[in-house]
């Protein structure tokens, strides 16, 4: 009897137990792939929203604008993180798939910023030069107002949207072939930090530790800083947009998560990472 009494106990506790489980509620995710750029812009918002909505996780991956794209095309992200506009051929890939042309929503603002060693004597480099440099038609610092050293090039590799955005909006050709394609802007800083002849560009959020070149429109104009002030006023000559992508027009927690980053609280964090606001 007390063993029969002892498993029916048992069952009980273990019903309760089953229970719960059973009316615990789910938790919710989002999915987030994409641009190198953003991911400790996108870490910090998915930190600071999943504190107030413990409900839903927030995951996010980079690998490159390229690569967040191909995975919202192949229903692979909920949303694509990207330093660059889609393509037109992306674009027509998501609407053969999903009957939309993607849902577009820039989300902050960033001067692509170029590295340069602290020893560097060079403070300031048009678009031109910055065009010659990388292409490889320039090759010595001396030409630039440098000692005479050989310049070191270190960008992106081409699945990264900094890398087309630089290409299309400064280079306007190929990358010399000497030009060291490294996977993440983090890893393009630590090499220039590492190289007194290295150059290299990314994001603004990432330039910690290095000289940051200022950057002129063209030879009689003045040189700016990656800054708040300037791209707010135009002034940066290479700022552009970050963008989150989805396929279609987001719903459920997919909206709530974009709607957070868009409030002043997540733009907020968008200056605290080191970019700028859209709003």
Partial sequence: MKNSRKIIKILAIAMIAIAGVAFAPAQKKVTVKGSDTMVILSQKWAEVFMKSHPDIIIQVTGGGSGTGIAALINGATDICNASRPMKKSEIEKIKQKY???????????????????????????????????????????????????????????NSSGTYVFFQEEVVKGDYAPSCQTLPGTAAVVNAVLKDPNGIGYGGAAYAEGIKICKVKKDADSPGYEANAENIKKGLYPISRYLYMYTAIRPTGETKEFIDWILSPAGQQMVTEVGYFPVR
């Fill in 99 to 157: 009957n939309t042309n993607g849902i577009e929503i820039p989300c902050a603002k960033d001067g692509i910023t170029v590295y340069l060693n602290k020893a560097n004597g060079v403070n300031a480099l048009s678009v031109q030069q910055l065009a010659d440099i990388f292409s490889g038609r320039v090759t010595n610092w001396k030409q630039v107002g440098g000692k005479d050293a050989p310049i070191k090039l270190y960008g992106r590799e």
